[in-house]
């Protein structure tokens, strides 16, 4: 136990000195650099977004200045604005400009409104030119959805939320207004304000044209980011939140609001968010843009990364403090498993089938008992073999007594013997009796000489279909007929089949399907190849041996042998049962007709020596007669002989 425990203690110092710390110390600079790579990727993620936001409004604030100039730089236009009097030639290009202006709010989804307004009284209020009159007081200018009395009254156009707070003075202006979405509620929407050049201080006109939220909100949503936006000295005109619209930009306290730039933290929206703001120019107009972007999943995705990062640490820390703990307990085992193990031999108990791992004294203090009990075993194994070695001379002289009775009867004997009965019926002038002596003498014969043998020849099968017939014959007189129809290219002798397949197939014909016939039955044995067996260069009919094989051609090749009779038939049904329970296990008691237990054991045969590919399908039309068919391999060749040759 003492050397135990200071075993254990050294082994938990080499735990603390040589894993624990340095993977902790490791764990704690990765952790740094990984959050600190983190954090460097999303800020440059929100300046993208930033960089992002600013070139949409950019490009969508130049579009809309640039779209004005058609408007205000063409030269009739001013000239209208600035007219003494509505002539027909003016009239003409007030039409043009009303036409203009509503071809561009049809072909512009970034516009939600455009509208001129005048306060030349020569110049009539119309589909998009407002005249606002020449008092801010009076009735005029009514089209504009903005109440008489509502202005100052030397300044006509101070009624217009849209010109309260830029510079009269200035040619182009951004500023922010609210524009009625429906009869009940409205949007703070991005307006440019220019003015035309009438060439007078008294006849003032300017083109207002509002940015649509809608195509903005298109425009710059591609991402769950929080965003704002404004422009210089202006509640928020976007926000991707509903809610935030003209809100107050958050900043930071800055000397110079135009050069406001920030990335860091900041409270928005009531969560901490990675945050960029910046600004910028517009397109030729003396204003300044804020854009800011917020990231509330970076902070959090840091967080959770971080505590990933910490349970990996945790865990390669923990592995060795189980793997300590677990060695441990098994030395603990080992010198366990050493002292049942003696106790075992100890009580005569010698089968010590496990080890024990290691090269040390204990292995091998438990390797010496083990060798200790194996010659014990092997004494004792001695005793029994002696024992078991007694017993099989017994058995094989049983087995000699069984051979000796056995060999008194031969095919030779039982051949000999029919041929002698046959020589007596001649001999008394019974010919018929010496002729079915003489095939049952043939059929014995052959099956007697094909028991114990794997194969026979085609050949030889089809005599013995011969035989048999030639009997029925005798019985059922010219009832019975049968042909041989063998394919020119097949030659049955060079043919090796299992031997007694065809003659019980034959059999069901005659007692099935012929039984029941008052007329002449006929029964055809038909052997042809699928299809032609070709070999490299030539053609060839059959192989008789292993080395005549086709060299891997032979596979997709097979030999149909169909016996058909033109006797009762069967009904589809009956034919669909009958092949299903070809492939059924099946017992000579199972009720099921010893017709088809003779086909279901043929069919297994089949299986079990050339393989699933072949056997047995019966077919066959109810009055016209039955076809049984047996596919086989065109070499003959078994699933072993394949092996062997594969070999």
């Known amino acids: 136990m003492k050397e135990k425990s200071i075993i254990g203690r050294q082994m938990y110092n080499v735990l603390l000195f040589a894993i624990i710390l340095p993977i902790g110390i490791i764990g704690i600079i990765a952790a740094y650099m990984l959050f600190r790579q983190m954090n460097e990727r999303y800020e440059e993620q929100v300046k993208a977004e930033n960089t992002r ?42 039409i043009s400009m009303d036409r203009a202006i509503s071809t561009f709010k049809r072909t512009s989804a970034a516009v939600s409104s455009m509208n001129v307004y005048t306060n030349n009284p020569n110049i009539p209020t119309g589909d998009y030119i407002i005249n606002v009159g020449t008092s801010g007081t009076e009735e005029n200018g009514d ?46 929407e991005l307006t440019l304000v220019r003015r035309f050049n009438t060439g007078s201080t008294d006849k003032r006109a300017y083109v207002v044209i509002s940015l649509s939220s809608n195509y903005l909100r298109n425009r710059l949503l591609t991402t769950n980011n929080y965003i704002l936006a404004c422009l210089s000295g202006y509640p928020v005109f976007f926000a991707s939140e509903y809610g935030e619209l003209e809100s107050e930009m958050p900043n930071k306290a800055v000397e110079n609001p135009d050069d406001y730039n920030y990335l860091g933290d900041m409270e928005l929206d009531g969560k901490k968010a990675m945050t960029c703001v910046s600004s910028f120019a517009p397109y030729k107009v003396d204003s300044r843009f804020f854009v800011l972007i917020g990231d509330h999943e970076a902070y959090s995705a ?32 080992r010198v366990q498993s050493l002292r049942e193990a003696m106790h075992r031999a100890s009580t005569g108990d010698y089968d010590i089938i496990e080890n024990l791992s290691g090269k040390d004294e204990l292995a091998d203090t438990f390797n010496d008992l083990k060798i200790t009990t194996q010659q014990i075993r092997e004494n004792e194994a001695k005793y029994y073999e002696s024992q078991i070695r007694e017993q099989k001379l017994v058995n094989m002289q049983q087995n000699m007594e069984f051979k000796m009775l056995s060999g008194q009867i031969n095919p030779h004997f039982l051949y000999n013997t029919l041929e002698a009965i046959r ?4 001999r008394g002038g019974d010919r018929d009796v010496a002729t079915s002596v003489k095939y049952l003498a043939k059929i014995m014969h052959y099956v007697l000489e094909s028991t114990g043998t794997s194969t026979s020849t085609l050949a030889d099968e089809l005599k013995h279909v011969d035989s048999y017939m030639q009997i029925q014959r005798l019985r059922f007189g010219e ?30 014909a005659v007692g099935h399907g012929l039984k029941e016939m008052d007329r002449n039955g006929h029964v055809s044995v038909i052997i042809e190849y699928e299809k032609p067996v070709y070999k490299e260069k030539e053609i060839v009919d059959n ?89 086989l391999p065109a070499d003959g060749l078994g699933i072993e002989q394949r092996k062997e040759l594969e070999q």
């Not at 003494?84 to 290009?93: I, K, L, M, V």
């Not at 840091?302 to 098994?330: C, H, N, W």
């Not at 129809?485 to 049955?492: L, N, Q, S, T, V």
């Open 53 to 94: 936001i600013k070139s949409v409004l950019f490009d969508v604030t130049s579009t809309m200045f640039t779209s004005c100039e058609p408007i205000v730089s063409v030269q009739a236009y001013r000239d209208l604005m600035g007219c003494d009097e509505f002539s027909d030639a003016a009239r003409q290009e007030y």
């Open 143 to 188: 089209d504009a959805q903005v109440a008489a009395g509502s202005g100052d009254a030397d300044d006509p156009f101070s009624r217009f939320e849209w010109y309260r707070n830029i510079d009269p003075k200035a040619w182009d202006s951004y500023t922010c207004m609210h524009v009625p979405l429906n009869e009940y509620e409205d949007t703070y």
């Open 302 to 333: 840091e967080k959770q990364m971080m505590r990933d990062f910490l349970l990996v640490i945790l865990l390669a820390i923990a592995g060795p403090i189980i793997a300590i703990t677990v060695y441990s307990r098994y030395f603990s085992a």
């Open 423 to 426: 020589m007596q019926a001649i």
């Open 479 to 508: 009832k019975v007929n049968w042909n041989f129809y063998i394919a020119d290219d097949f030659k049955p002798e060079n043919y090796h089949i299992l031997p007694l397949l065809l003659q019980p197939i034959v059999e069901n």
């Open 543 to 631: 192989v008789s041996a292993p080395e005549e094989k086709l060299s891997g051609k032979f596979g997709s090749q097979k030999l149909l042998i169909t016996i058909n009779d033109d006797g009762i038939g069967m009904d589809p049904e009956t034919v669909s049962k009958l092949n299903h329970s070809l492939e059924e296990k099946r017992f000579e008691d199972d009720g099921k007709g010893a017709g088809s237990i003779g086909l279901y054991n043929i069919q297994q045969r089949i299986h079990l020596y050339y393989g699933g590919d072949y056997g047995i399908t019966v077919r066959s039309n109810e009055g016209k007669g039955t076809s049984v068919v047996l596919t």
